[in-house]
């Protein structure tokens, strides 16, 4: 019973490049939610997303961060025009229903050059 | 969503009951409280949950104070690989569905 699976685990992008993270939820599981934790800091929510809907992106940054979470295939973190103060763990969750338990991926490690 | 209150560390020596308390004294009736941890950089992984009743797991056990304000999760044998962050969050079923993360309790366990 596979579990969350996020790809790349760890990402270098220079100055000006976009990152695209990737999250598989947990088979059978249609909601997901990332979080983002800065160095030496604690985990904060950026998105909740169901299939093909944005449910709460009240954690996103107003610019350059955007998520999709398609019919078919991943969820997709993008954040466009990477600066250094992006360099941050990235974690994808993902919960079967609405408020269910949520179970969390490895992460995506950015580091932005 | 309800905040909570965790010290900040604890020791614990292996093979013993480790034992992490919680405050949650704004909890409401319909918010439950959930248990993660997150050993060194590694995704947070979930532990036990509960409403009002004490829960036990194959990894801990949750009890829930009567009035509901407080909580303490057990890990009744604690191993090196024990050795975490772990944090107290209550959420509210079915509404607002994101974790809102603490500075949680960072548990050391000494061989």
């Known amino acids: 019973n596979a579990g969350v699976m996020q790809n790349p685990r760890h990402l270098v992008r220079r100055r000006g490049q976009e990152a695209r993270l990737r999250c598989s939820p947990m088979?059978?599981?249609?909601?997901v939610y990332w979080y983002r934790q800065l160095p030496e800091e604690g985990l904060k929510f950026m998105v909740y997303l169901q299939k093909e809907n944005i449910i709460d992106e009240s954690g996103m940054p107003k610019e350059r961060f955007s998520a999709e979470f398609p019919k078919e295939g991943p969820s997709i973190l993008r954040i466009q025009q990477v600066v250094r103060g992006d360099s941050a763990a990235y974690f994808c969750?993902?919960?079967?229903?609405?408020?269910?338990?949520?179970?969390f991926g490895p992460g995506t490690r950015l580091t932005v050059l | 969503d309800a905040k909570t209150t965790q010290p900040p560390s604890m020791d614990c020596a292996e093979g013993r009951a480790a034992n992490l308390p919680c405050n949650h004294s704004?909890?409401?009736?319909?918010?439950?409280v959930y248990w993660y941890r997150q050993i060194h950089s590694q995704g947070p992984q979930y532990i036990i949950h509960?409403?009002?009743n004490n829960e036990t797991n194959e990894m801990a056990s949750l009890i829930i104070t009567e009035d509901r304000k407080s909580s303490t999760l057990i890990l009744p044998h604690a191993t090196l690989r024990d050795t975490a962050v772990y944090y107290c969050?209550?959420?509210?079923?079915?509404?607002?569905?994101?974790?809102?993360f603490g500075t949680g309790t960072r548990l050391t366990i000494i061989p």
């Open positions: 088979k059978g599981h249609s909601h």
């Open positions: 704004t909890i409401s009736g319909n918010e439950y």
């Open positions: 969750a993902s919960s079967g229903i609405a408020g269910d338990t949520q179970y």
């Open positions: 509960g409403l009002k």
């Open positions: 969050i209550v959420q509210k079923m079915g509404g607002n569905e994101k974790l809102t």
